[in-house]
């Protein structure tokens, strides 16, 4: 199992800039893919980023050009820069790991961007 503690969350107003960290513990040695989910008041939770193992990075279209992920192996961490926010990116972000065929969550962590 991997634990996950996610951090950066907060209020922001639009077009400015939130970074979320995510680090992991645990079966770390077993991690492929870590990236991030949101979930938007009363909708369903919708993939935003994620980064594999060789650093592939995959980018939802709707935040492509302003959110950007990346990794650090050594410290077992992943980010989301978030820049140019928008009052639609409000939501809590979820971290995830995926291993072994297995899924790993954060806790979440909120996001409000005020107009």
């Known amino acids: 199992q991997v634990q996950l503690v996610e951090s950066g969350g907060g209020l922001v107003q639009a077009g400015g800039s939130l970074r979320l960290s995510c680090a992991a513990s645990?079966?770390?040695?077993?991690?492929?893919?870590m990236g991030w989910y949101r979930q938007l008041p009363g909708k369903q939770r919708e993939m935003v980023a994620s980064?594999?193992?060789?650093?592939?990075?995959t980018i939802a279209d709707s935040v492509k050009g302003r959110f950007t992920i990346s990794r650090d192996h050594a410290k077992n961490t992943v980010y989301l820069q978030m820049n140019s926010l928008k009052p639609e990116d409000t939501a809590v972000y979820y971290c995830?790991?995926?291993?072994?065929?297995?899924?790993?969550w954060g806790q979440g962590t909120q996001v409000t961007v005020s107009s």
């Open positions: 995830y790991v995926n291993y072994a065929g297995f899924v790993d």
């Open positions: 645990g079966s770390i040695f077993r991690i492929n893919i």
């Open positions: 980064i594999s193992g060789g650093d592939s990075i």
